[in-house]
């Protein structure tokens, strides 16, 4: 832990924390300062004037990166009949109703994304203790619960990430690994941060976007000047 501790230290050093960054600034420190052994994933978070508690400012949905997230996404679709058949030509990873069901409940969790048709809710109901907690359940917002079973497994293999806002105002969506270009980066990041600036819900008045950071993995995060993010190269 200390190995560790030493290695962030000297990578936080290198952040100025009463700055915020460009960008595209931002984004080049990020690699300049990422000291994990792996191709760490690149967070954005996202700190917005919302009171989660009023419905119209409880902020949830999906958005498609251009350059996804340097992940695949392993998903499990709950189908019947044709819907299932289609899932399985999609590239669903894995497709069942009942017995996959009650695979999950015995506790499988072989799977990144969950998608359903709506006649399968009623059973995937059962579920929602198990898959709630983890953030897995088919939902209407995200577009996880849908009869074109087809473009939503074609969206999640292509990078889509789904967004939540926390209790204080937060989201965090992965936008791709260390190992993305500049650009790539740069692309996610404005398209994450131009989805969620459009949803600013009119009760909400004053400043919207209150903080913009990146991040690595295990590394410290960098402030970004949000005009910057949406501003002409």
Not at 24 to 45: M, R
Not at 111 to 132: E, H, I, N, W
């Amino acid at each position: 832990m200390a190995k560790k501790g030493k290695k962030f230290a000297a990578a936080a050093a290198q952040v100025d924390k009463t700055k915020a960054y460009s960008a595209l600034e931002a984004i080049e420190l990020l690699k300049k300062v990422s000291f994990e052994k792996f191709d760490a994933s690149v967070e954005f978070a996202i700190r917005l004037k919302l009171d989660p508690r009023k419905a119209e400012q409880n902020l949830r949905g999906a958005v498609v990166l251009p350059h996804g997230t340097g992940k695949t996404k392993t998903v499990l679709v709950f189908a019947k009949g044709e819907k299932a058949k289609e899932a399985l030509a999609a590239g669903a990873d894995f497709v069942g109703d009942d017995e996959m069901i009650d695979k999950v409940l015995k506790g499988w969790f072989e799977f990144d994304t969950v998608v359903a048709t709506p006649d399968m809710m009623a059973q995937v109901g059962k579920l929602g203790r198990t898959l709630g907690p983890k953030g897995l359940m088919p939902n209407p917002k995200t577009g996880t619960v849908t009869m074109d079973v087809t473009k939503a497994i074609n969206e999640i293999k292509a990078g889509k990430v789904e967004y939540r806002v926390d209790k204080v105002g937060n989201i965090h969506v992965s936008i791709g690994k260390v190992s993305f270009n500049n650009d790539q980066l740069l692309e996610n990041l404005r398209t994450i941060y131009d989805t969620l600036f459009k949803l600013r819900p009119s009760t909400v008045k004053g400043v919207f976007v209150q903080n913009v950071a990146i991040a690595s993995t295990m590394g410290p995060g960098i402030k970004v000047d949000s005009e910057s993010i949406l501003a002409k190269l």
